[in-house]
């Protein structure tokens, strides 16, 4: 079978979508296939961090991702017993990004915004119904049989992008290890139109508020707010994302005389793994299909697109004869420790503030972290971390 002069990706996420587009934008011909009949609604996702912004503003993308979404200038971790907050202004980091906020918009948007641009360009073919059964390569291509509506077919391309998520099948299939924990509770998730800021004063749009029972963390994107809780011990699946539970814990975020309106709600549960290496030959993984972070600090799609952005930088200088295939080991080199180092440490570092039950720990953990935040240069060290920049920047400097 001829090998087909272009790169077929695995993967209609927003990692799979982000490579595509820019490989496109290239001149780089591309195949993206979706296992399912569309585009995923995925509710999970939705805090687009500083650099993820300055990426996408190159395709005209961040300004349609702001119209259908929130700009989130600050954002708090708040102490539910008290009342009291430590908020953090990202505009003191506006001469590291043009973006100096976040924008709450759902992750469903921004593929829909993306397939939408590239849907008809000559040099994009997007196959829905695709699934990936095997992979394989050789000295000259890599290639995927699937699964089409039925349909058994052998797909060919100089490269192959596992962006499949975190069952990938073009990760079993390389037989790559996908080493770490996966925590021992689930992640509730209720959605809401009720408007919390009535209610809360000064609010934030994204709000990580800790409780000496139980932590929450609070999300608006237009119209609704997603309450985030975790699963209690011993408690079942089912009885967790039960209405009477959900009810519940919304009524101890404000107690109000009438039920909640429940728009969405969902359980899944967490893991902090990373492959042990991103690249195989001609085969590559990104996004969820490389790692996995709790979603506490929103870095798991961001981190996915900085991926994104590193390998398709790289595939195109090779494709150019600009470098040879020894840089796609050194994207292995500098995207997999800021996977472990600065991804995961940071969702880690938040997940256990929020997780304290002694109330002393607690309470002295939450001033270290208002010092932080009234603290100028303290504040922009952090948000320089927390928003990415930090390790984008260190991963450049890895050889």
Request: proline letters at 4%; a negative charge; charged letters at 25%.
């Amino acid at each position: 079978m001829a090998v087909e002069d272009r790169v077929i990706i695995a993967g209609a996420g927003p990692v799979g979508l982000v490579a595509a587009m820019r490989l496109a934008d290239r001149g780089i011909p591309v195949l993206v296939m979706e296992a399912n009949p569309d585009l995923a609604i995925d509710l999970r996702a939705s805090t687009h961090h500083p650099p993820t912004l300055d990426i996408l503003d190159e395709y005209g993308i961040t300004q349609q991702m702001i119209a259908d979404g929130l700009i989130a200038p600050t954002w708090q971790f708040r102490n539910r017993e008290t009342g009291e907050r430590a908020e953090f202004d990202l505009g003191l980091i506006k001469d590291e990004t043009a973006h100096p906020y976040r924008v709450q918009c759902e992750q469903h948007k921004l593929t829909r915004l993306i397939h939408q641009k590239i849907k008809d360009w000559d040099n994009v073919e997007v196959w829905f119904n695709t699934r990936v059964e095997d992979i394989g390569q050789d000295a000259d291509s890599a290639w995927a049989v699937v699964d089409r509506g039925g349909e058994k077919l052998t797909v060919r391309g100089r490269y192959l992008i596992g962006a499949d998520g975190a069952s990938s099948a073009v990760r079993i299939k390389l037989g790559i290890g996908f080493e770490g924990v996966t925590y021992p509770e689930w992640f509730v998730q209720g959605t809401t139109s009720f408007e919390f800021r009535d209610y809360m004063p000064n609010l934030s749009l994204i709000n990580y508020v800790s409780d000496s029972d139980e932590w929450f963390v609070l999300l608006r994107v237009i119209g609704k707010w997603r309450a985030l809780f975790p699963s209690r011990e011993g408690e079942s699946q089912e009885d967790a994302i039960s209405d009477a539970s959900l009810q519940k814990r919304l009524n101890g975020i404000h107690a109000k005389a009438e039920p909640y309106d429940l728009m969405h709600k969902t359980i899944y549960r967490i893991h902090q793994r990373v492959a042990t290496t991103y690249n195989m030959g001609r085969i590559f993984l990104a996004g969820d299909a490389a790692h996995l972070n709790n979603p506490l600090g929103g870095m798991g799609m961001n981190g996915g697109i900085h991926d994104a952005v590193n390998l398709t930088d790289k595939l195109t200088a090779v494709w150019r004869g600009e470098g040879d295939a020894g840089l796609f080991d050194r994207y292995t080199r500098q995207r997999q420790p800021i996977a472990v180092e600065n991804v995961q440490a940071q969702a880690e570092r938040n997940r256990k503030l929020l997780n304290e039950r002694d109330p002393k720990v607690r309470l002295a953990n939450f001033r270290d972290t208002q010092k932080t935040a009234s603290d100028p240069k303290k504040a922009r060290d952090f948000l320089l971390r927390s928003s990415m920049i930090e390790g984008l920047r260190r991963a450049e400097t890895i050889a």
